[in-house]
């Protein structure tokens, strides 16, 4: 596809049900966003939600939804 020709990474936008992430890696997106990966919110609010699953995990959370 266009997108990855020219060797840039694709996002698949809206991405709201499990049907829609299947479907967006069936066409080869490298990532998602949408609702189904999570809902809107401030600059604090996602701050502390990436330290707390940081602390829940001990890793280094990667804030893409990476296609796996």
Do not use: W
Not at 5 to 13: I, L
Not at 34 to 63: A, H, V
């Amino acid at each position: 596809n266009l997108c990855h020709a020219t060797s840039a990474q694709c996002v698949a936008e809206h991405v709201e049900t499990e049907e829609q992430l299947m479907l967006a890696k069936l066409m080869g997106f490298d990532y998602v966003q949408g609702r189904y990966c999570g809902f809107p919110e401030t600059s604090e609010q996602m701050l502390m939600s990436i330290e707390r699953q940081r602390n829940l995990s001990g890793l280094k959370i990667d804030c893409d939804m990476k296609v796996a």
